[in-house]
């Protein structure tokens, strides 16, 4: 993710400010810091017990956060099956370190064969899996349009998988401390995606969770927008409930196992501010107990302890709820007015198209939409990645583009990713970071920016020539 000195710099190219529609931060002035300042006031207390605040954390997490949180997500997904007990919650310092934390306590690299991703895929997950142990085992799994993963090439990739040579347990991860290591991992955010904003159907979440208990497959998804969701058909500003999420629907289905097949990772970074290092994850109450017992918090206890007595005082306070109905989801549903207006006017004349797709018709949330530049470009064999290093060289406009969401080692996803069709032709653009007036002024240079790279490309330059951009 971008250094926080990048992403607040204030100039580039002269007296052009930077404007940055890659960074997938909220704006500071958007973080719920009065309600931490309330909590702060509160558990400190000079009546408080300090033992349960300032010492080390159960494993698990602040036990009244756990509750907290499973009464939250009861109210936000009205699961089928019933009401969230606190077993099924474990607190974690946010879904990138619970996602660390998982691949240590449930995988082992000499037996799992494949760390299918979704493509595109967030890329920062990438490095995490890398970490632990993963190098050169994961695969890209194409979206398919608005299923958003295509099962289909899933199958496949699984049946070959099946038929090498693999030992039959696992080689590392052995003993009483690991009582299930699955024998492949799925990563995906099924809801708001990042990159592609698109969010999966619900049958084919189902047909997922079909499959991931035919083969063993853990199913990560990063669940982190979905609170953020409104309608453009109402003058209102209420959330609209989320799908069901994986973790959701393999619990309702019949069949579910001891440790289940999928997991919701979950963050307050989006809806409190990245600052506050705490996340939970939802899975089945044997496999968060497990989760708790990984190393790092076997020695200090549930990470972001004091945090999470922050967290858990905004939530039985409200304070969180009318943060993102009061703040959040009116001040986003607005910047996304804005940035869709000046697409649909600048932009699309040009030929470049909007991709995402919401849960329903007329649904938009989360942090970013996807557009696809204009087919100009992949006849001339220019990407995406081109156009946005011009975009920051020349406009002072950072942009991510589709080469950054390539599954890390897999050749495979890189070809997908530079046909005519594939996603290195697409941008996502963020509308978190900037006020709206910036968004407005970040697509008129955009415009231009795309204006003068096909002049130039039509006159016969060479525009990728020097042109070098990094992804941080």
């Not at 400190?44 to 605040?53: R, S």
């Not at 082992?108 to 990438?126: G, K, Q």
């Not at 969770?209 to 309608?231: H, K, M, N, P, Q």
């Amino acid at each position: 993710m971008s250094s926080l000195s990048s992403a607040l710099a204030s100039t580039r190219n002269g007296d052009k400010p930077l404007l940055n529609l890659q960074l997938g931060w909220p704006s500071p002035r958007l973080c719920g810091r009065q309600g931490l300042l309330i909590g702060a006031i509160s558990v400190l207390d000079d009546n408080a017990n300090m033992a349960p605040i300032l010492l080390y954390g159960p494993n698990k997490g602040f036990p009244p956060l756990c509750q907290s949180v499973a009464d939250w997500l009861t109210n936000v997904y009205k699961p089928s099956a019933g009401p969230l007990d606190a077993s099924r919650i474990c607190i974690t310092n946010g879904a990138s370190g619970s996602l660390a934390s998982m691949m240590l306590k449930f995988s082992d690299p000499t037996y799992i064969r494949r760390i299918f991703m979704v493509e595109p895929t967030y890329f920062l997950a990438c490095p995490i899996f890398e970490d632990t142990g993963f190098q050169g085992k994961l695969q890209g799994i194409p979206e398919n349009g608005p299923d958003c993963v295509d099962i289909e090439f899933l199958r496949e990739q699984l049946k070959k998988a099946e038929a090498e040579e693999w030992p039959d347990v696992p080689l590392q991860k052995t003993g009483t401390s690991y009582h299930h290591i699955y024998r492949y991992v799925l990563y995906c955010t099924t809801t708001y995606s990042n990159p592609s904003a698109k969010t999966m159907p619900v049958h084919i979440r189902e047909s997922l969770v079909a499959l991931a208990r035919e083969f063993d497959i853990l199913l990560i998804s990063d669940d982190v927008y979905d609170f953020l969701g409104w309608s453009t058909e109402t003058d209102n500003n209420e959330s609209v409930d989320p799908p069901p999420r994986l973790v959701d629907i393999d619990r309702a289905l019949p069949g579910s196992t001891a440790f289940g097949n999928a997991i919701s990772n979950g963050s307050f970074a989006k809806v409190i501010g990245p600052g506050i290092r705490v996340g939970w994850v939802e899975a089945t109450p044997a496999f968060c107990s497990d989760l708790g017992l990984v190393g790092s918090s076997s020695s200090g206890g549930a990470p972001s302890h004091f945090a999470s007595t922050l967290v858990d005082r905004m939530l039985r306070s409200n304070d969180l709820q009318q943060l993102i109905s009061t703040v959040l989801i009116p001040e986003y549903r607005r910047r996304s007015s804005v940035l869709m207006l000046a697409i649909e006017q600048k932009l699309l004349p040009m030929g470049y198209t909007v991709e995402a797709t919401g849960p329903r018709p007329g649904t938009v949330g989360g942090y970013f939409t996807y557009m696809r530049i204009p087919a100009f470009f992949a006849e001339h064999g220019v990407f995406a990645k081109t156009l946005a290093g011009i975009a920051l060289r020349d406009y002072s406009l950072r942009i991510a583009f589709g080469h950054m969401f390539v599954v890390a080692g897999d050749e495979g996803s890189l070809e997908r990713a530079e046909t005519v069709d594939g996603f290195a032709y697409c941008l996502r653009l963020s509308w978190a970071w900037l006020e709206a007036e910036q968004i407005e002024e970040a697509i008129t240079r955009l415009a231009e920016c795309t204006v003068h790279t096909q002049r130039r490309i039509q006159q016969g330059e060479d525009v990728a020539k020097g042109v070098e951009i990094g992804i941080r």
